[in-house]
């Protein structure tokens, strides 16, 4: 770390020597630490300035069950929030504004792997709602704060805000120093150019490191979610197998281990193949894998192509059962 | 020629660095598998270094509060003649209280001003030259702001931020701890369905599926009507039950319990939020913030960013949440004991305008 930033004062003498490069000074939450009360100051006035603009669109959803948090992400009223909250697809809820005005938003589909969901509010927009961020806008290290009504709507006390910095950013989730309590659930998480990057999901026992769906999730498997289809564990357990563990690239989904006496051992795939598309869609995230195989049942068929050394190919197995 | 030489050499090793950390971001990027370092987070220690002479104000104007050589509560020095404040309902059978640079003194309660669960005392010593708060009570009408506190061991403090609305925190009456079931003049009274273990009603005897006919003398026939009886009652205040129990009737006294301690086995958000303070309730004004402290944290002095009081904190609710007791409700209790309080009570703070600004 301390290397960037020498680097970075030869660069700004560079600059003033020779003029080659316009330097412009990060902003407080960009620098790698706060330096001192100004880089505060800044991020307060920041965070002052956001607050109004995000949290117009943040919700409150009072289940059977409990409540949780949601945001508004388009004009027309599609809530993101979390699997958790939501349940199951088709249930009625109801949502509480900012303001205290209610409306009704039935839930669409979602993921328990990395527990997204999301809702659509019933009746007439426009509704506030907020931007989300692209697919990888986010870095760990990255000043962020979020929204929600822990607990549970409360007119007297308002909405809550907490600030944090994005400490993990891996797969399925994301982790941050923001503190959550449960009916924060769902809740959004915003960056500080005030895009959704992440929906609050699980606490861990130490408040500082939280478990957030990152943004990314939400993105891979938009259709899945929006047509009303809610990925679950029970599902998983008795839908189709494969038998990979990946990791996420750039490339596509790189094949870390094939477990044996599985469907995938006997088609021949080896560590570091890459998985490209299953019967003809892109998949780059592990969760779209897991949706696309489980979402079939034990003995279907699916087209996999892959990659191996610089070659592409595709075959054709016949899926498995997680317990066999 | 040197000179280029020099410049073109520079710029090179400008460029190998810069690609070096390019393609390390970039392979960050792709394999973001690692934690960000703990000194770089919220509350890691180049976090907490930037509130600069705030955090040495901080951690100098707090004391910590010893029973038995054991940490009980922070206090808030207010005063250079060694006057601390602190959360009373937390610092009883306080004897002595160290500060952050390590010297002890003999405590001498001086006040309790009970309605707002504060305390005051006295640093026994010949010296009237202790680091004191200074207040303020811009942060009433600031939202979403930084805020920090010295953690127990007054080596670090912890920040965070204030949010959500100043607002009045409504008294929690007493509880029994038991779940009720049927009720209505067919069934003659109302039926406990289910005992939480350990609680009042539990030590006092009551089990599952005895009739509560009458609290005190009142026949009680509705749910509502005995919860209302009920949360009449503080907390430690006794009642007097009528009871049918297998048709046969008893006289049963109940000490009533806190809701939050009886129900925390039912809560899983006060289950992973480990012990909070017993008295959370009954506050003319409260700020809220996030700051984590444990619960022998309270009494201490919350800061702005410019390292001014602006109140000090005074119940820890749950893992996130914590109420501090703003200077605006504590001044005007604490006029006889600060140094010169015309100077330093600032002019808007007056008894006249207790609802200004909200």
Same mark, same amino acid.
């Not at chain 2, 020095?77 to 060694?82: A, C, D, T």
């Not at chain 2, 009652?233 to 430690?236: M, V």
């Given at each position: 770390m301390p290397h960037f930033l020498r680097c970075f004062t030869i660069f700004l003498y560079l600059s003033k020597v020779t003029g080659v490069a316009e330097v412009v000074e990060p902003h407080a939450w960009e620098?790698?630490?706060? %330096?001192?009360i100004c880089d505060l100051a800044d991020i307060q006035v920041k965070l002052q300035e956001l607050v109004p603009l995000t949290s117009k669109a943040l919700v409150a959803l009072e289940t059977e069950d409990g409540a949780g948090s949601g945001v508004i992400i388009s004009p027309d009223g599609l809530i993101l929030s979390a699997a958790h909250v939501i349940g199951r697809t088709g249930v009625e809820m109801d949502v509480r504004l900012l303001d205290g005005s209610r409306a009704k938003a039935v839930s669409l589909g979602g993921s328990e792997i990395s527990d997204a969901g999301m809702l659509q509010i019933q009746g007439e927009g426009p509704w506030p709602h907020a931007e989300i961020a692209e697919m990888k806008s986010s870095n760990v290290g990255d000043w962020c704060f979020g929204l929600g009504h822990p607990g549970g709507f409360d007119m007297e006390r308002g909405m809550v805000v907490r600030i944090g910095r994005i400490i993990k950013k891996q797969d399925e989730t994301m982790q941050t120093d923001s503190r959550l309590l449960g009916g924060d659930s769902g809740g959004p998480l915003f960056s500080f150019d005030g895009r959704v990057i992440a929906i609050h999901s699980r606490i861990s026992k %130490?408040?500082?490191?939280n478990f957030h769906v990152p943004i990314e999730s939400f993105h891979a498997n938009w259709d899945f979610f929006r047509n009303q289809d809610l990925l679950t564990f029970e599902e998983i357990e008795q839908g189709g197998f494969l038998g990979v563990a990946c990791e996420e690239s750039n490339q596509g989904l790189i094949i870390r281990s094939v477990l044996p006496d599985t469907p995938a051992e006997s088609a021949g795939f080896l560590e570091n193949d890459i998985i490209l598309k299953i019967d003809n869609q892109a998949v780059r995230n592990r969760e779209k894998l897991t949706i696309l195989i489980s979402t079939k049942k034990p003995e279907d068929e699916v087209i996999i192509e892959y990659q191996r050394d610089k070659s592409v190919a595709t075959l054709k197995l016949k899926l498995g059962s997680r317990f066999e | 020629m040197n000179n280029l030489m020099v410049v073109n050499l520079i710029f090179k090793i400008t460029l190998f660095f810069l690609i070096v950390w390019g393609t390390r971001r970039m392979s960050a990027d792709s394999?973001?598998?690692?934690?960000? @370092? !703990? =000194? #770089?987070?919220?509350?890691g220690i180049t976090t907490q270094d930037a509130f600069g002479q705030g955090k040495v104000r901080a951690l100098n104007s707090t004391v910590r509060l010893l029973r038995n050589n054991k940490l009980i509560a922070l206090g808030t020095? &207010?005063? @250079? /003649?060694?006057y601390v404040i602190t959360k009373a309902s937390s610092c009883v059978g306080a004897r002595k209280a160290t500060l952050q640079n390590g010297s002890t003194f003999s405590l001498k309660i001086? *006040?309790? #001003?009970e309605d707002i669960d504060l305390a005051l005392y006295e640093l &026994? $010593? +010949? *010296?009237?030259t202790f680091a004191c708060v200074e207040w303020t009570d811009?942060?009433?009408?600031? @939202?979403v702001s930084w805020v920090f506190s010295s953690f127990i061991e007054l080596e670090e403090i912890r920040v965070g931020i204030a949010s959500g609305n100043p607002r009045t925190i409504g008294r929690e009456g007493g509880v029994m701890g038991v779940m009720l079931g049927q009720d209505g003049k067919a069934v003659g009274g109302v039926e406990i369905n289910e005992v939480v273990p350990q609680a009042a009603g539990d030590r006092a005897g009551l089990l599952a599926k005895d009739l509560i006919l009458s609290i005190d003398g009142r026949r009680v026939f509705t749910k509502e009507q005995l919860g209302k009886l009920v949360s009449s /009652? +503080? =907390?430690?205040d006794m009642i007097n039950l009528e009871v049918s129990r297998k048709n046969k009737q008893r006289k049963i006294k109940v000490t009533l319990g806190h809701s939050s301690v009886t129900f925390e086995l039912f809560n899983r958000n006060l289950q992973m939020s480990g012990p909070v303070s017993k008295r959370k309730d009954n506050f003319p004004l409260i700020l809220q913030h996030d700051l =984590?402290? =444990? /619960? !022998?944290?309270?009494?201490g002095p919350l800061f702005n960013l410019e390292g001014k009081c602006i109140g000090i904190n005074i $119940?820890?609710?749950?893992?996130v949440t914590t109420f501090a007791l703003p200077t605006k409700t504590l001044l005007p209790y604490l006029k006889d004991w600060l140094p010169d309080a015309q100077n330093i009570l600032p002019e808007r703070i007056t008894e006249n305008d207790t609802e200004a600004d909200l």
């Open positions: 620098k790698l630490t706060p %330096e001192n %130490e408040p500082d490191q | 394999n973001q598998s690692s934690y960000l @370092p !703990e =000194p #770089f987070r919220l509350n020095l &207010i005063s @250079p /003649k060694g001086r *006040k309790r #001003f &026994i $010593a +010949d *010296k009237n811009d942060n009433l009408t600031l @939202p /009652k +503080d =907390p430690g =984590p402290l =444990p /619960k !022998e944290g309270m009494g $119940a820890r609710v749950d893992r």
